[in-house]
Each structure stands twice: as structure tokens, then as C-alpha cells.
């Protein structure tokens, strides 16, 4: 199998998540910075490796595999490094229940395509602007709280906007999440029929 340039970009965001969590633990002078900066890369490169493929038809069908899964990996990983580091109180169960939508999110709709790939069905719940806004207003939120994950006091009205934003990101989640579902709905509810391998002991 031959690796190109779209599907490095995504074995290189890869392996920037265990750069970025040691570098968020390790505490050297400005280590909060630098783990946002190797977030923002890893971003960056989620968007390139798109790009290039679609503007150099690089498509391969372990870079198609391969995308999507670094991007969870990418927002899970940051999301448990914060829940971690946030621990007591009100705000820690916010960050925690956010967290989890949006995790818990990810996992439904990745296991709804995969459904409606199976059934032909794939183009119903393809990506929509509501989910690539919700990413957005994610990154954004994840790289403030990833900076002022330490929350310190002259830079504590700045941690309480990424917070205000991530719960935001978590809402638009939950509607992004509600639209796909509505699009499969007819899928779900038996109007079409199961492929012949599928129904029986599942």
C-alpha cells in the first residue's frame, strides 16, 4: 500500500497526541502554549490533508479510514487532559457533562454512517453546516482552555470564554447530532430494508 502526501499529514496528527499530552503535563515555563500550538498544528493539519486530497485527487481508502479517527482521537484526547485538570466543584461536572456530549456524540454519529454505509445509505448523513460550525466554535474553545488550563488569575475571564465556548460547541453537538439523526430516521425506523448480513443476532 502506497502512503500519500493527505493520508502523512493525517499519520503525522497522530502523532502529534502524545507530543501534546506530555507537553501539557510537563511543566516547563510557557508548556501551556506550547501544547496549544501543537493542538493548532494538529488542526492545521486536518484541515490540509483535506485540501490536498481534494485538490490533488490523493483520496485513498485508508486515508477515508484514517481521517475521521484522528480527528476523534485529536478532540477526545484534548477533552480528557482538560476534564482531568478540572476536577471539583460545579464547573468540573460542566466540563465533565460537556465532555461527554460531545464524545458521546462522535461515537453515535460515526456508528450511524457506518450503518447507512451499509445500507447505501451513506450520502443521508453527510456533513452539514451545523457540524463543521459546532467543530469550529470546538477548536476554538479547546485552544483557550488548553492555554488557561491552569487557570490562573489574571487570565481567569479568558478560561471562563473557553468554557462559555465549549459549552456552546457542546449544544451545537447535540443539534448537529439531532439533525443526523433525523436524516436517517426513515432508515432507522425500517423503511428500508436490512442488507441480507445484517438483523439477525445483532
Known sequence: MRINL???????????????????????????IT?????????????L????????NLTSAFGAF?????????????????????????PGILMAVTAAIIVGREISVSALREWMAEIGMR???KVAFIGKLKTVMQMVALVVL?????????????????EALLVIAGILTIWSGVYYLRAAWPSLRG??????????NE
Open 6 to 32: 493527505p493520508t502523512w499529514l493525517t499519520l503525522f496528527r497522530v502523532m502529534l497526541l502524545p507530543v501534546m499530552v506530555v507537553v501539557f503535563y510537563w511543566q516547563f515555563p510557557g508548556h501551556n
Open 35 to 47: 501544547a496549544a500550538i501543537v493542538f493548532l498544528l494538529a488542526a492545521i493539519t486536518d484541515w
Open 49 to 56: 490533508d483535506g485540501y490536498l486530497a481534494r485538490r490533488m
Open 66 to 90: 484514517l481521517d475521521p479517527v484522528a480527528d476523534k482521537l485529536m478532540v477526545a484526547v484534548t477533552l480528557f487532559l482538560l476534564v482531568e485538570s478540572h476536577r471539583g466543584g460545579w
Open 123 to 125: 450520502a443521508t448523513v
Open 146 to 162: 488548553i492555554v488557561q488550563h491552569e487557570k490562573n488569575a489574571e487570565a481567569l475571564r479568558l478560561y471562563h470564554i473557553g
Open 191 to 200: 423503511d428500508h430494508p436490512l442488507p441480507a448480513s445484517r438483523g439477525e
